[in-house]
């Protein structure tokens, strides 16, 4: 409680200031409605400092999503970098293995002339041999003829001449399939001599070569590409570690800017309580006086279960928040839950009448976990995270800056400002009024009376 002094007029050059003890005559200023007027300045200064806030908080957000999702393109980029120098070793292997292979088919190359050069010995070899075979079978067609004119002396001479005379058709009929196989080998062999060509002189090459050079000119482009990339790659992470710090610099900055708003928006608030205790009615006192009643007669009803031995000390102060499986936003339940759905509805549920601003009022621990939460608020869950968050709150731990405070608040009452996301990128900034709940003297959480403005 604090003492406000009437503000009086100076005194006027000239004029006698009143005798000790006389009362002044000069009118003072309307109190009361300087300190309605300072609430309501504050009621807009504190609202204005939760939109701020809460346009802070979503930058906030903003930023570190951004950095999160910079991080992950940089160790991407990281990954693109390695493959990237992998390819530059794998093409810079290529094009090593495609030097062999040229090297090697200008070494088959040569070894095919050789082999032609062979073929062309066998031939001339095998056209001798012809020659004698022809020259062996006139010979022995001579000698048969002469063993013909002998008679019978010459009979047996004459069997060995036509024997020669057969071995050698024979042996010209071989030499010739052997020239013949050779023409044949000699055609082939010069067709791949001719693939195989390379003569750094002429501008026509080998397909052979043609195609090996392709295929390092390929290998090449691939390399440079690759080394390309990796330069890319490499000024792309100095320009994300830059942007990076830039990020985390204005996170720090929001930081100390949310910092800044939250200190406003408690000067604020506090303002609102100070008026409040001065015993000046405000548009918040209904609110204010609803919810300590409310806070008193939810300590009645939890003492008075307590009495009637319906649940245990123990128990109702229970904190072993079990979760409720397949639930998302996550829900959880406690041993004073059933007690809570018997007790609260009768309180909460009236206070959604007290004016149509009223948005919610629920009974919470001083964790911030709310058992029992408005009819309207306490759907099951369907599976669909927009719809779930906004209609089934029960069962739930809210323990943000307002809701912690509401729990964990022990004096009168607590005033809060802040914005509520009401979902599909809709906010309203709304008011809080909480007063604790107080079981067998001991703190058990607090009544959350929440409001528009």
Known sequence: MVNLLRFRRPVSPGTVAPASGSVAQTPSVDLHAAVSSISQQASIVGRASAEVRGLM????KASRQGVQALGALTAQLLDVHRAQSDIGTTSSAGLAAVQRVKEAVEGV?????????TLRDVAQAASGITQIALQT???AFNASVEAHRAGPAGLGFGVVANAVKDLAAQVEFSAKEIMRTVEMLDTRIAVLAQELRH??????????HRALVDVQGAVASILQASQRSAAICTGLDAQM???SGDLGQTGRVLDAAMTRSEALLDVSEQLIELVTTCGIETEDTPYIEAVQA???????LLHEALGRSEISVADLFDEDYRPIANTNPAQHTTRFVALADRLFPSVQEPMLALSPKVVFCIAVDRNGYVATHNRQ???PQRGDLAWDSAHSRYRRIFNDRTGLASARNTRAFLLQTYRRDMGAGQFIVMKEVAAPITVQGRHWGGVRLAFKF
């Open 377 to 379: 608020y306490s759907h």
């Open 109 to 117: 190359g040569s070894e095919v002339g050789q082999v032609m050069s």
């Open 57 to 60: 908080d979503d930058t906030t």
């Open 241 to 243: 570690t830059a942007v």
């Open 137 to 139: 079978r006139l010979v």
């Open 294 to 300: 409310a806070s008193r007669r939810i300590g009645t």
């Open 199 to 208: 003569d750094p002189g002429q501008t026509q090459q080998g397909q052979f």
